[in-house]
């Protein structure tokens, strides 16, 4: 189906990245592999979202070809007031930039939480500290105003 939407609308597949939950592919591990295998092939990108809220199983980290790892909010929501989120967000960051994933955090809504982040060298975030969910108009109006300050910052 993903392909068939791809072809019938022109769209890259390569700026597609689809997000599956950690039960998503503990299910049937063979046709999840079959199937992500084929969606990695057509340049699609992979993710597992809000991971270390399921099974949180590693092998499957090395069955399937993912490219990013979504630490959950749950993890983020309390840094840095909870040590042990901290550790927890901080592993998951190290372990995913070990095994060659990019990592990106849910839920990053405080400078405190973003600092953190970022000294942990975590690839990206989202989160309300960048925007509040808004309709696809004003969406694309924030994309348009962030490539010309980033033309703007270029030219610097």
Same mark, same amino acid.
């Given at each position: 189906?993903?392909?068939?939407?791809?072809?019938?609308?022109?769209?890259?597949?390569?700026?597609?990245?689809?997000?599956?939950?950690?039960?998503?592919?503990?299910?049937?591990?063979?046709?999840?592999?079959?199937?992500?295998?084929?969606?990695?092939?057509?340049?699609?990108?992979?993710?597992?979202?809000?991971?270390?809220?399921?099974?949180?199983?590693?092998?499957?980290?090395?069955?399937?070809?993912?490219?990013?790892?979504?630490?959950?909010?749950?993890? !983020?929501?309390?840094?840095?007031?909870?040590?042990?989120?901290?550790?927890?967000?901080?592993?998951?960051?190290?372990?995913?930039? !070990?095994?060659?994933?990019?990592?990106?955090?849910?839920?990053?809504?405080?400078?405190?939480?973003?600092?953190?982040?970022?000294?942990?060298?975590?690839?990206?975030?989202?989160?309300? !500290?960048?925007?509040?969910?808004?309709?696809?108009?004003?969406?694309?109006?924030?994309?348009?105003?962030?490539?010309?300050?980033?033309?703007?910052?270029?030219?610097?």
């Amino acid at each position: 189906m993903v392909s068939l939407v791809l072809k019938e609308t022109d769209f890259p597949a390569t700026q597609l990245e689809l997000e599956i939950t950690e039960s998503g592919l503990t299910g049937n591990q063979d046709q999840a592999t079959v199937i992500l295998n084929n969606l990695c092939t057509q340049g699609i990108r992979l993710a597992i979202d809000d991971f270390g809220t399921g099974y949180s199983s590693l092998a499957y980290l090395k069955h399937f070809p993912l490219d990013r790892l979504k630490i959950d909010k749950s993890f !983020i929501d309390d840094i840095p007031f909870h040590q042990d989120d901290m550790e927890i967000a901080a592993t998951i960051v190290a372990m995913g930039r !070990i095994l060659g994933f990019k990592v990106l955090a849910e839920g990053v809504e405080t400078q405190e939480q973003l600092a953190f982040l970022r000294e942990k060298g975590c690839d990206s975030y989202q989160g309300y !500290i960048k925007s509040k969910p808004i309709p696809a108009d004003q969406f694309a109006e924030l994309l348009r105003k962030q490539q010309r300050d980033d033309l703007r910052n270029k030219n610097i």
